[in-house]
Nanobody, 121 residues
Framework: QVQLVESGGGLVQPGGSLRLSCAAS????????MGWYRQAPGKQRELVAG???????NYADSVKGRFTISRDNAKNTVYLQMNSLKPEDTAVYYC???????????????WGQGTQVTVSS
């Protein structure tokens, strides 16, 4: 089985910073794209940022210039550095990873349990 464990959420004041981490573990043959979605109360889940195995990145327009996604392939871990946080960034943040569990397997998408980020004064 595969697990994605997130950490780093919390309460921060507007203009502050947080760093989220998500580590994948378990039966992993190859880990491809990783990234972060978020879901605010009453809203649909939206893509925040994604990163390929070769570290090509993409971002939602609302976070460009403020958030930076990165990964450590040796640790099967993806990070999200969030700067200049705004109240509208408040949401539950979910990491995802596209993983093959064996050479004969297809890629499947796995999700973390979610971590709350609250931006408030």
């Amino acid at each position: 089985q595969v697990q994605l464990v997130e950490s780093g959420g919390g309460l921060v004041q507007p203009g502050g910073s947080l760093r989220l981490s998500c580590a994948a573990s378990g039966s992993i043959f190859r880990l491809n794209d990783m990234g972060w979605y978020r879901q605010a109360p009453g809203k649909q889940r939206e893509l925040v940022a994604g990163i390929t195995r070769s570290s090509s990145t993409n971002y939602a327009d609302s976070v460009k210039g403020r958030f930076t996604i990165s990964r450590d392939n040796a640790k099967n871990t993806v990070y999200l550095q969030m700067n200049s946080l705004k109240p509208e960034d408040t949401a539950v943040y979910y990491c995802y990873a596209n993983i093959r569990r064996s050479a004969g397997d297809y890629y499947n998408t796995y999700w973390g349990q979610g971590t709350q980020v609250t931006v408030s004064s």
